[in-house]
């Protein structure tokens, strides 16, 4: 088994709630453990603000999968919940991210890890460090408590459920 692996879970599309659960139902059944859940967030869209507000939550899985099998595995998990890859940052009904494999650092032409963008979202941020404050970034080399409260990011994230 891995160390921890973390995932962002998004949705802005369709009944966002139950694709949430549906995601965390295939990666349990088909991924690994599921070993932590965040609280569900609701946050407007980032990027393109022209459509509706996103629900995002994090979760801590362990599995036996290796980063390039792991991202495949999300991205069929995508497709099996209706989502057609169109425009960037367009509306989607789930979108899975990997934020950190571990302590790996991974830059393939399909794959980043950690996920590029976290110190910049508070969307990713905020459920992030509800379970994970002590986790260290291993290439900025600060914990996501740290990573929050220098985020510049305004966007409003408000606890959902
Ligand atoms: P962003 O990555 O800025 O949040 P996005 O999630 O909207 O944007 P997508 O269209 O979902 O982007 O993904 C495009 C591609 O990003 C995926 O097909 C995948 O190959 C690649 N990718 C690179 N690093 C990661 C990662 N850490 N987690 C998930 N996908 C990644
Ligand atoms: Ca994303
Ligand atoms: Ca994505």
């Not at 990027?47 to 995002?56: H, I, P, W, Y």
């Not at 497709?79 to 950190?100: K, N, V």
Request: aromatic share 6%; glycine share 4%; charged share 25%.
């Amino acid at each position: 088994m891995t160390e921890s692996i973390y995932i962002l879970l998004g949705s802005n599309k369709g009944d966002r709630l139950s694709n949430l659960e549906r995601a965390i139902q295939q990666i349990s059944l088909h991924v690994g453990i599921i070993n932590q859940k965040s609280s569900i967030y609701e946050t407007a869209a980032w990027g393109k603000t022209d459509q509706s507000a996103f629900l995002n939550s994090v979760i801590r899985i362990k599995s036996k999968l290796l980063p390039e099998a792991l991202l495949d595995k999300l991205l069929e998990i995508e497709r099996s919940i209706g989502r057609l890859r169109t425009e960037r940052w367009g509306p989607r009904e789930i979108d899975l991210d990997i934020l950190f494999f571990g302590d790996l650092v991974i830059k393939s032409e399909h794959l980043q890890v950690p996920h590029p963008a976290i110190q910049n979202r508070r969307f990713t941020l905020i459920p992030l460090a509800e379970i994970a404050p002590n986790f260290v970034h291993p290439m900025l080399q600060k914990n996501c408590l740290q990573l929050l409260n220098e985020c510049t990011d305004t966007l409003e994230v408000t606890k959902f459920l």
